[in-house]
């Protein structure tokens, strides 16, 4: 398994060049290096080239959507993207999330947030297959199986609410759209029953001891969806 300490080779698309120049001093202050580009075109194109470990994208460029920009570098890879958004600009991160997107920062951002962002994306990736049994903390979920265990104890799930878990859990650190996870576990023709996902979380956090109010497991993006705490 690569080192998930090691450095990271990060692609940033961005128009702006005084954000370049920060997001630059951060990230090779962290010990990565990054590969620019200030359109999606170029970016693209860099993306495609360049191999980077992970794709900091701007939505907001002056050629092309970034959606298009997404769908585009999804054609024939899998690179973690993060998106940098204006805050309040609901509706256009979860289209990039549901179009393929990993996660999101707001502007202006904190630059641990992005670091840590980048940090679970890349290591979930590193990992590589998905191992049979997840664990994090006390809980352990047995995928083969369909069992859940908190501190040894069986934990008694509906259908439902395991594959939500399942879900989440598999991508730990990633955010899930409500569609991406609505249309996984209920089907495409459930996309607007929010309340079903809204009650299964609730239930799954009665059961698994995790409070919304102060989440160690499952954490909500008010709007946009659910993540899963990253691996220790
Ligand atoms: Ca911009």
Do not use: C
């Not at 993306?47 to 994208?57: D, F, I, N, R």
């Not at 973690?80 to 179009?99: H, Q, T």
């Not at 202006?108 to 940090?119: H, I, Q």
């Not at 899930?176 to 996870?181: C, K, R, S, V």
């Amino acid at each position: 398994m690569p080192d998930p300490s090691a450095p990271l080779r990060l692609l940033v698309i961005e128009d702006e060049a005084p954000i370049r120049r920060f997001l630059r001093i951060v990230l090779e202050g962290a010990g990565h290096a990054m590969d620019e580009a200030a359109r999606g075109r170029e970016g693209i194109e860099r993306a495609a080239t360049g191999a980077p470990s992970a794709v900091v994208l701007d939505l907001g460029l002056p050629d092309m959507d970034g959606k298009a920009v997404i769908a585009a570098i999804r054609d024939w890879s899998d690179v973690p993207i993060v998106v940098v958004s204006v805050r309040s600009a609901e509706a256009e991160i979860v289209a990039a999330l549901d179009a393929g997107a990993d996660d999101y920062v707001t502007k202006p951002f904190a630059p641990a947030e992005l670091l840590a962002r980048l940090r679970a994306l890349t290591r979930r990736r590193s990992a590589g297959e998905v191992p049979p049994v997840l664990s994090h903390g006390d809980l352990g979920i047995d995928l083969a199986a369909r069992t859940v265990t908190r501190a040894g104890v069986p934990v008694r799930l509906t259908r439902k609410e395991f594959d939500v878990l399942a879900l989440l859990a598999r991508n730990a650190g990633r955010l899930l759209t409500h569609h991406q996870l609505l249309r996984t576990v209920w089907g495409p023709a459930h996309l607007d029953d929010s309340h079903y996902l809204r009650i299964a979380v609730g239930h799954l956090r009665d059961k698994l001891g995790d409070d919304a109010a102060a989440p160690r497991l499952i954490f909500t993006e008010p709007g946009i969806g659910y993540r899963f705490a990253s691996a220790e």
